[in-house]
């Protein structure tokens, strides 16, 4: 298993939720002696990365990855089995994808390939409705290629041991500009969910529209949830860990967003932005060491790009300081730590006998 450390440092055990997402994801993989190649949505790498990294995804049998826009995968990758596209629910991925399905089709196969369709976290009938325009339809059996239809939830991505993202960035303009309330069922539905891992939430309180609208839909799936005896006798038994849920209608508050952030981390996010957990710097800032490159190589193209959670001690400990107070941390710490390298260098004299 990979190392994710920072994400079980706080109140909650966020590396469960990982844990659930890394099952889910094997489940729709399927059985891992089957050689498949996995097409990306490049806007999922990030989001999926966080959950499977590279050997693990080895390990479930993908042996190759590319990402959209593809053509000639059969031509390219003969051998894998099964030809898996994770991608978000957007008619311009659906049509990339039949058209790289129709160019890897093309041709005559001597055994029938299988493409599959993976929508994180959830398809749309629109989408659905696309592809059956093209008679592309889930289940579908031709001598040539089996095509399916699946969806991969992943609904919450644990960030750092105090951050969980829906990973929702368009919501507000979804709402608001173009009337669409499906990001309130995927919210309802994510935070819904928690509770399969974190036990019943036993107050959720809420302001604005569409926090109502939320708080509605998750009272609506405590009461299905509650029908179901198997289901309810398991949530029952577990000691519920989150004490209130709170909802905030962006609307409540409009103007915190155009603030500027006077944190550590919130500076960072200002300047260079954070993504994912990690921020990309001008390499040009950084020693050789840090950068990994031997001396006299030729100088890597593109800016670094630096991982940014509680498991880094230092930005763990600086994150929340407001930046006036940055400068006399590090100056204190830099201190404490020439004072220690001091008297260890007094020992090493005394040790050998010679005055330091």
Not at 73 to 90: I, Q, R, S
Not at 97 to 105: A, F, G, K, W
Not at 139 to 165: H, M, N, Q, W
Not at 246 to 264: E, F, G
Request: glycine share 6%; with cysteine.
């Amino acid at each position: 298993m990979a190392a994710a450390g920072h994400l079980s440092g706080g109140r909650l055990n966020l590396t469960l939720l990982r844990e659930a997402a890394r099952d889910e994801l094997k489940a729709v993989l399927g059985d891992e002696r089957q050689k498949k190649v996995i097409v990306w949505d490049e806007s999922l790498i990030k989001p999926v990365g966080l959950i499977a990294e590279v050997p693990f995804l080895k390990q479930l049998g993908v042996y190759k990855m590319v990402r959209l826009p593809v053509s000639n995968l059969t031509e390219a990758y003969p051998e894998a089995n099964e030809y898996l596209f994770f991608t978000k629910a957007k008619v311009s991925m659906v049509e990339q994808i039949v058209q790289s399905i129709r160019e890897s089709t093309a041709r005559k196969q001597q055994t029938a390939k299988k493409f599959t369709v993976v929508f994180v976290p959830y398809a749309t009938q629109h989408c659905i409705d696309k592809f059956e325009e093209y008679k592309m339809t889930n289940g579908l059996k031709l001598p040539t290629f089996e095509f399916a239809i699946t969806e991969y939830r992943l609904e919450t991505l644990p960030l750092d041991s105090d951050v969980i993202s829906l990973d929702l960035s368009t919501a507000f303009t979804d709402l608001y500009l173009q009337s669409d309330p499906t990001v309130v069922h995927q919210a309802a539905r994510a935070i819904g969910k928690l509770q399969a891992v974190f036990g019943l939430y036993p107050k959720i309180v809420g302001k604005g529209k569409y926090a109502k609208d939320v708080g509605t839909i998750l009272s609506r799936m405590h009461t299905e949830m509650m029908a179901n005896p198997g289901f309810a006798q398991s949530l029952k038994e577990l000691t519920p860990q989150i004490d209130m849920v709170v909802l905030l209608d962006r609307t409540v508050d409009l103007l915190t967003p155009l603030c500027t952030q006077l944190t550590y981390e919130g500076l960072i996010d200002e300047l260079y932005g954070i993504t994912y957990g990690a921020s990309k710097f001008p390499r040009e800032t950084f020693s050789e060491d840090v950068q990994n490159v031997r001396k006299g190589d030729p100088p890597t193209p593109g800016p670094l790009t630096v991982p940014l959670t509680s498991e880094e001690e230092v930005f763990g400990k600086l994150r929340d300081f407001n930046f006036r107070k940055v400068g006399k941390y590090l100056s204190s710490e830099a201190k404490k730590i020439k004072e220690i390298y001091d008297v260890s260098l007094a020992g090493m004299g005394v040790m050998f006998g010679v005055r330091v």
